[in-house]
């Protein structure tokens, strides 16, 4: 008779069985090196089916999955974690469910390996183009959310990169479960179980090792709170693609459809508290400060939301009886609150709002509440962030909602991607030329 072992016997046997550390992620490398090489040739429907057979395999082993996940969540309940870790954790059946959809919408967009654009003919007779090709081998750091597991394998695979996956101890059954569905979708497509990696031990030291493999890692994609960000962006050799705060803020214009604003800022805040492109920040217009707040606020206050108002928006709110107003600290602009709590200010207009995000901001996502169409324009042109909305809830910057199947991080980096990393932002272009004997003279 089989003995089961508990969650911490598991863990356990995992680290003991991976040995050294260094040596376990430099095979992790090595192999991950050698696969990006087939999966950089495979065809289109190869990738495909790998793709499909993946979503057939979570779907048919979705029970297996809320058990596996289910230790994760009994476990950091135990250690006493909030109720955004919780949620973040949380495999529900509508995540499972959008997983599955999400592989499906990645295997059905154009793949963009090999596609050339930009062909010029020179007076040479050369043309001159640009290839998309993959990048190679990615590394991906995760906390507590495993559908980034699907998510990252996914759009990795489409682009032809391989990727080294470490998630986080707390989703580790969750992860190990999910990684077993990969390579079961990668065997039946006859692509290298290499090509997706998770790592298996919760051995901190393994991300310490993975950010430095420059000889086998080409991009590091880290998904995770400011700690995490803070120590890969002191310690790391390899390139990152990277987010660090979710500073999110709405602007409603003296020139808004109050019914649109009520509608777009509740969603934006209270939708899902823990994610990265929650609104954080309520500015509002003085020129409607008076009629906007009090309809506004009494739907926070209605979902037990703390406002953290400047003195204007402070004396507004509670003249209108709202309760659960504390006035802001200079902290207040500049917090990541996670929860449910929003900071709220009375500005001047179009003009003090853009300076405010601009000062304050994570350039993250950004929207404009306006029915005035040059206010608008002005606000996607001169708010510096990677994504910048008219009238539509931050909480649609992410890449399912932007069409681009899944993604497997938001950058607010300027260089190579920013916003939702889809794939195209996990290809590189090379120049090619095509020629007919030419020579330089």
Known sequence: MGVKMGVNEQVSARESATGDVDEYMDALGRRARAASRAIARAGTAVKNAALVAIAKAIERDAPALREANARDVERARANGQDPAFIDRLTLSDKALKSMIEGLHQVAALPDPVGEIGNLKFRPTGIQVGQMRVPLGVIGIIYESRPNVTIDAAALCLKSGNATILRGGSEAIESNTALARAIGEGLAAAGLPA????????????????????????????????????????????????????????????????????????????????????????????????????????????????????????????????????????????????????????????????????????????????????????????????????????????????????????????????????????????????????????
């Open 194 to 441: 290499d090509v997706v990696q998770v790592v298996e031990t919760t051995d901190r030291a393994a991300v310490g090792k993975l950010i430095t493999m420059t000889g086998y890692v080409d991009v590091i994609v880290p998904r995770g709170g400011k700690s995490l960000i803070a120590r890969l962006m002191a310690d790391a050799r390899v390139p990152m693609i990277k987010h660090l705060d979710g500073i999110c803020h709405v602007y409603v214009d003296d020139r808004a459809d109050l019914d649109k604003a009520l509608t777009i800022t509740d969603n934006a805040k209270t939708h899902r508290y823990g994610t990265c492109n929650t609104m954080e920040t309520l500015l509002v217009a003085r020129g409607i400060a008076e009629r906007a707040l009090p309809v506004l606020g009494r739907r926070f206050a209605e979902k037990q939301v703390e406002l953290r108002a400047d003195p204007a928006s402070k004396a507004i709110l509670q003249a209108a009886g709202i309760e659960r107003v504390v006035e802001a600290t200079p902290e207040d602009w500049s917090t990541e609150y996670l929860a449910p709590i929003l900071a709220v200010k009375v500005v001047d207009g179009l003009d003090e709002a853009i300076d405010h995000i601009n000062q304050y901001g994570s350039a993250h996502t950004d929207s404009i509440v306006t029915e005035d169409h040059d206010r608008a324009m002005r606000f996607l042109r001169e708010v510096d962030s990677a994504s910048v909305m008219v009238n539509a809830s931050t909480r649609l910057a992410d890449g399912f909602e932007f069409g681009l199947g899944a993604e497997i991080g938001i950058s607010n980096d300027k260089l190579h991607a920013r916003g939702p990393v889809g794939l195209d932002g996990l290809t590189s272009l090379k120049y090619v030329v095509l020629g007919h004997g030419e020579v330089r003279q």
